[in-house]
Each structure stands twice: as structure tokens, then as C-alpha cells.
């Protein structure tokens, strides 16, 4: 109970920063196509976050082991610019719908279009968690806790699933709050930090983590499928 108390807390705090992002910079909460996502949103959370603390319990308390002490200054850097990379677009987007306008906005097919695929991004990324209990947003081998290579589920198809679930969601995210412009700022951040991270990252796991080296040669995508 503990666990899943922790579980509903996270992602009723998680909610609230995302209606900051994209609320406070427009300074009201009359934006419909916001208050539609962040209900999806909080509904995949608890409905996917429920199942997880069920079947995948250490895979939740994964998650909840940020390992910053474990992190080097590089990396630390490398969070922290991929962090901006996927706030900004959500306030980029509130601004430019709601102030600038800087090019002609989404219709409504590619509003839907754009729902699709920031679920796509969620549940990639649920995927991901699902697959490897070791999942975490820091860099770190948690060896305590018997840290084994995944190579299983999504895995066997890209190294770095999760972060191939965040450009998605960010992408459809930015196209369902109608903005062309926080779109293409999203896609040009997120590829550029993302590579960045996975050069740092790599390097870890292959002098880190058994058997990583050999994968690497297995499962030629990292995150962008026939790119990179």
C-alpha cells in the first residue's frame, strides 16, 4: 500500500507540474485542449502505474531510486539540458497559442493525430518500465539490486526505448495543444539532448554493466529506428 500510496502521489505531482508548464504562462486555466490532456494523462498514469505496482513492483521502485549521487558532472549535465528539452515545448506551446502565433495552427485532424501519438509516447514508455526493472532516468548501475542487462520486449528492437517514447510524446503532446512551432522546437531539442545523453550513457554501460558491449552489436538502433 505503501508503495502504490507513493505511486499516487508522484503522479498527482507529476499533473501539477505539467498544468504549471503549460497554465502559468498564459496565466489562466481556460484552455481546453490543456485540461484534455492532462485528464489523459492522469488517467494512463493511474490506470498504467496501477498495474505496474501490481506486476512489476520493483520495477516502480526503480523509478523511485533517482541514483543523483551516483551521477557524474557530465551526466548531470547532459539530465539537466534533456529535462529543458522536454519542459520548454509545453510552455513554448501555451505561449504560442495563446500570444504569438508564429505559424498557422494544427487543424483538427492533426490534433488527433496528435493525441495518437503522445499515447504511442506514453505507452512506450510504459513499455520500457514493464521491460526493465532497472529503468531509471539517472545514469547510474544499481548493483545492490542485482542490476541485469535488458535486452528483452522493446529492448530487442532499440537500446534506449524510453527516450524514443519521450520525443513521441513531446511531438504529440505539442500537436494536440496546436502548435507547429513548439513542435519543431520540440523534435530539434529533444534528437540533439538525446544524443547527447546516449554517447554519455553508453559509455557507462559498456564498462559498467556485463554483457552491454555484445548487445550494442545485437540491436543496432538506439532510438531514432533506421537514423540513428
Known amino acids: ?28 486555466t481556460d484552455w481546453p485542449a490543456a485540461i484534455i490532456w492532462l485528464t489523459v494523462y492522469a488517467l494512463l498514469s493511474v490506470v498504467l502505474g496501477t498495474y505496474l505496482v501490481i506486476a512489476r513492483p520493483a520495477a516502480v521502485e526503480a523509478r523511485m531510486r533517482a541514483g543523483r549521487g551516483d551521477q557524474t558532472p557530465v551526466d548531470r549535465l547532459a539530465f539537466a539540458i534533456m529535462l529543458v528539452s522536454l519542459m520548454l515545448p509545453f510552455s513554448v506551446a501555451a505561449l504560442d497559442v495563446s500570444f504569438w502565433k508564429l505559424l498557422p495552427m494544427p487543424g483538427a485532424l492533426m490534433q488527433v493525430i496528435g493525441m495518437a501519438l503522445f499515447i504511442a509516447g506514453y505507452l512506450i514508455i510504459f513499455l520500457s518500465v514493464l521491460h526493465n526493472e ?7 548501475i544499481q548493483k545492490e539490486e542485482g542490476h541485469v542487462l535488458a535486452d528483452s520486449g522493446v529492448y530487442g528492437y532499440m537500446r534506449h526505448p524510453m527516450y524514443a517514447g519521450f520525443l513521441v510524446f513531446t511531438l504529440g503532446t505539442t500537436l494536440w495543444l496546436a502548435s507547429y512551432a513548439a513542435t519543431a ?44
Open 1 to 28: 500500500m505503501l508503495l502504490y500510496a507513493k505511486t499516487l502521489t508522484g503522479i498527482g505531482v507529476q499533473v501539477a507540474f505539467f498544468a504549471a508548464l503549460m497554465l502559468l504562462p498564459i496565466g489562466t
Open 134 to 140: 532497472f529503468a531509471a532516468l539517472t545514469v547510474h
Open 185 to 228: 522546437l520540440a523534435a530539434i531539442m529533444l534528437i540533439a539532448s538525446t544524443i547527447y545523453r546516449i554517447g554519455i550513457e553508453e559509455a557507462t554501460l559498456k564498462e559498467k554493466l556485463p554483457g552491454y558491449d555484445d548487445y550494442m552489436k545485437r540491436v543496432k538502433t538506439r532510438f531514432l529506428p533506421f537514423i540513428y
